[in-house]
């Protein structure tokens, strides 16, 4: 019984996003980390986003866009978000990133205004990564880290791509990588 729900929700997730063409996808490149041209500090909302797929035993992409068909919320996990880092909700989810201390590069990150149940966020040079807190016990991530990269859409507008959840699966015997790529408009420093 636990397999057919299993199932059940695989086929959900699958036909309520929007699947995109091979031809379409573009190529997987190493995204500049431009988080230094925009000031990172303070909240940001989800705009839009797409989950990157690469069947590995094809070497085939597709991507879906997150918010397809009037689709309003999604996972960064393809087969199901296990943590609530992991939930996305289109203008709905935002992001604050807090000014790292300059001695080690460590502050809070802050989910939809959760302000009581922060996260980590480790920045050192170009790297940035969302952590656990080191202060809490609370185990929000499964006592693991997502790094991010920023990229800068368009610095006139407060607009950054990031770069997060970068995984590595199988299902239906069949191996896959996936990435997410999101879209976020900086509302308030």
Known sequence: MKKFYYLILFLLILSSCLKQEESNVPVEQE?????????????????????????L????????NHFGYDKLTSSLRFLGSRFNFEDIELEVTTWTFKNPNPKNGMNEFVLNN?????????????????????N???????GSARPLTIEVKDLNNNEIYVYVQEQYFSMN????KSFNKLTFRKISN
């Open 173 to 176: 015997n069949i191996n896959y």
């Open 57 to 64: 035993e094809t070497n085939q992409k597709t991507y879906y």
């Open 136 to 142: 809490l016990t609370d185990k929000k991530l499964g």
């Open 31 to 55: 995204p500049t980390s431009q988080h230094q041209e925009l000031l990172l500090e303070g909240t940001w909302l989800l705009t839009d986003g797409n989950i990157y797929l690469t069947n």
């Open 114 to 134: 959760d302000n009581k149940n922060p996260y980590g966020l480790n920045i050192t040079g170009r790297y940035v990564s969302i952590t656990e807190h080191p």
